[in-house]
Structures are given as structure tokens and as C-alpha cells.
């Protein structure tokens, strides 16, 4: 299994509170990602990045800031929670690699965020 | 821009019967293809892909897709269902190497029937 864990894994919070969630990579992949998984929708993706410092929006960014300061952290926080971001949280790495080599997404355990 | 369609959010098969799980897709250039299974409170776990080649693409736990082009189809099957297939399964797909990010479809719950 690729070497991804997130944390916490399962958080209950206030709505208007600050909520950081963390997921960590031992493979040394350059792509993280963060999804949201909701019933109905399937996954949609929060943020990506591309490297240390490099980070781009996915279709549901609104309410969400990343952040990679290293290669094996990326950060993903809600700056004030508010109950519409109640979901399950989703990290997954990728190498890169083209064709036949290209490497697919690995995802994390997930983190079930509860916003009352 | 590259779309996902799975058709049915569930579908319920008898035990030892045929699964087929159906995809289309959009997109403007070649695709890159992918089944993905999540059990109950677990992360998503790759099933199989297409990216270049063989159009009939073999994946773990016996099942097996087709990409068809013609018909913007990537279609899942397995000749004989488990109990232990029961799971979401998810379509995605990407604009090929040079697509950061891929999209998902918003799954569908496979039932095994005894």
C-alpha cells in the first residue's frame, strides 16, 4: 500500500472554527490532492499541487486554502468551518510518469469531518 | 474539458451472475481511464486503467474493461460476482500525461444478491 496517512481521521467541530486537516507521504511523490466525498456527488477536487509551493484550485475551492511547505506534507484548512463542508476528506499522491508508465492516483484512509 | 457518466447509482446482481457497470466519457483529447472501488470506510483503490495501447484492459480481483472509442464507452464486467464485490465503484478520467487531475463519476454501489 502507498504510504499515505491522514489525520486526524475523524473530527467533530463548531461552525466559525478554523479546521486544518493533514495528510502525509512517505513515497516522495510531487502530486498530492485533496477531495471531498459527499453522497450523490462522488469526488470532487478541493486542491492539488504539483510541488513544494506549487498549488493550484480544483472545482470546489471556495472555503478551502492548502498549503505544501515539503515534498511529504500538504495541508488542506478550512478557515471557518460551516456545515456545508460536513463531508469525508480524501488525500491521494501521484508520481507522474506518461503512457504505459503513467502512475495513477493512491488514496489516503480518508478523514470524516463533522461540522455542527 | 473531460466529463464522467456512470450510468445507474446502483445496480444489484445475484451471486455467480454477470457484472457490468457502465461509463461514458467526454473528452476533447486522447483519455486516460480508470475504475476505482471503495469498501465501506475505506480510501478508493485502483482497479484498473487505460492510458495507451490495449484497448481491453485486465485489473485485479477478475475484473476487466474495454475502452471503445467509438462509442466514448469504458464499460467494468466480471463474468462471476462475489459477495465480496459488493462495493462503490468509480469511473474517472484524465486528458492523458498531461492533465494534472482527474474526474470522477459519481459512483455506483454494486449489491451482490445470494
Known amino acids: 500500500d502507498a504510504g499515505i496517512t491522514q489525520s486526524p481521521r475523524h473530527k467533530v467541530t463548531e461552525t466559525g472554527t478554523p479546521v486544518t486537516l493533514r495528510c502525509h507521504q512517505t513515497?516522495?511523490?510531487?502530486?498530492m490532492y485533496w477531495y471531498r466525498q459527499d453522497p450523490g456527488h462522488g469526488l470532487r477536487l478541493i486542491h492539488y499541487?504539483?510541488?513544494?509551493?506549487?498549488?493550484d484550485k480544483g472545482e470546489v475551492s471556495d472555503g478551502y486554502s492548502v498549503s505544501r511547505s515539503k515534498t511529504e506534507d500538504f495541508l488542506l484548512t478550512l478557515e471557518s468551518a460551516t456545515s456545508s463542508q460536513t463531508s469525508v476528506y480524501f488525500c491521494?499522491?501521484?508520481?507522474?510518469?506518461?503512457?504505459?508508465?503513467?502512475?495513477?492516483?493512491?488514496f489516503g484512509p480518508g478523514t470524516r469531518l463533522t461540522v455542527l | 474539458a473531460q466529463s464522467v457518466t456512470q450510468l445507474g447509482s446502483h445496480v444489484s446482481v445475484s451471486e455467480g451472475a454477470l457484472v457490468l457497470l457502465r461509463c461514458n466519457y467526454s473528452s476533447s483529447v486522447p483519455p486516460y481511464l480508470f475504475w476505482y472501488v471503495q469498501y465501506p470506510n475505506q480510501g478508493l483503490q485502483l482497479l484498473l486503467k487505460y492510458t495507451t495501447g490495449a484497448t481491453l484492459v485486465k485489473g485485479i480481483n477478475g475484473f476487466e474493461a474495454e475502452f471503445k472509442k467509438s462509442e466514448t464507452s469504458f464499460h467494468l464486467t466480471k463474468p462471476s460476482a462475489h459477495m465480496s464485490d459488493a462495493a462503490e465503484y468509480f469511473c474517472?478520467?484524465?486528458?492523458?500525461?498531461?492533465?494534472?487531475?482527474?474526474?470522477f463519476g459519481k459512483g455506483t454501489r454494486l449489491h451482490i444478491l445470494p
Open positions: 513515497e516522495n511523490h510531487r502530486y
Open positions: 474517472a478520467v484524465s486528458g492523458g500525461y498531461r492533465d494534472d487531475k482527474i474526474i
Open positions: 499541487s504539483y510541488g513544494v509551493k506549487d498549488t
Open positions: 491521494a499522491i501521484r508520481s507522474g510518469g506518461t503512457g504505459e508508465l503513467y502512475n495513477e492516483q493512491f
